[in-house]
Every structure is written in C-alpha cells, then in structure tokens.
C-alpha cells in the first residue's frame, strides 16, 4: 500500500512564499515518479510539477515556472514544493501524488498517478 500525505497549506498574503510537504516511504520514494497537482474552485485539477527518483528529472506548469520549486529529501523521505511569488491565482487544495513506473501517460496527466493525498489548502490574499 503506498501512502502519501501532504502538508503546510496556510494563508499567505501575495508576493509571499510557502514550502509544501509530501510524506511517503522509501519504496515508493524510489519506484514512482512523485508529483504535485492543484484543484481551485470550480476548477478541475491541474498539474503543477513531478520529479524522479532515479535522475531528479523535473517538469513545471507553465504558470508556476520560475516561481515554484520541486524538489526530495532522500533521508527524509520527503517531497517538497517551495512556493514563492504567490499569487492570488495559485489559491487552490494542492496534493501529493505518487504515479507508478513505467508511467502510462505522461507525467501532466492525473490518469498516471494512482495514489493521491487528502490535500492541503493553499490560500492566497490580496
């Protein structure tokens, strides 16, 4: 069974930075390719960034790049996402997700990944 968890969702005012955290363990650490997706309001989930395992390949949402970071503690086996430059419009639930390889599709797409956390709510003042 593979368990992740997220955490460190809070209000922030624009123009501020927050660091996301995704628990896992060591296997899945090194058999999946890890990734962070958003869901605002009446919105459908969308991708926001993945990173490997094996060569800490990255990939950003176009509107999160240059502002958001991910990255992997191996001895913490953990995942992150520094978040800086926050706009209003990054306002959403973020969650951690775990997508087995080989991937079937790509890693933008939600249907790769088949295990997902409960989110945590990222709020974004004006």
């Known amino acids: 069974q593979v368990h992740v968890a997220e955490s460190g969702g809070r209000l922030v005012q624009a123009g501020g930075s927050l660091r996301l955290s995704c628990a896992t363990s060591?296997?899945?650490?090194?058999?999946?390719?890890m990734g962070w997706f958003r869901q605002a309001p009446g919105k459908e989930r969308e991708f926001v960034a993945a990173?490997?395992?094996?060569?800490?390949?990255?990939w950003y949402a176009d509107s999160v790049k240059g502002r958001f970071m991910i990255s992997r503690d191996d001895a913490e086996i953990t995942m992150y996402l520094q978040m800086n430059r926050l706009k209003p419009e990054d306002t959403a639930v973020y969650y951690c997700?775990?997508?087995?390889?080989?991937?079937?599709?790509?890693?933008?797409?939600?249907?790769?990944?088949?295990?997902w956390g409960q989110g945590t709510q990222v709020t974004v003042s004006s």
């Open positions: 990173v490997t395992w094996t060569y800490n390949n990255t």
């Open positions: 060591k296997h899945t650490f090194s058999s999946y390719v």
């Open positions: 997700a775990a997508a087995p390889t080989p991937l079937r599709v790509g890693v933008r797409f939600s249907s790769a990944y088949d295990y």
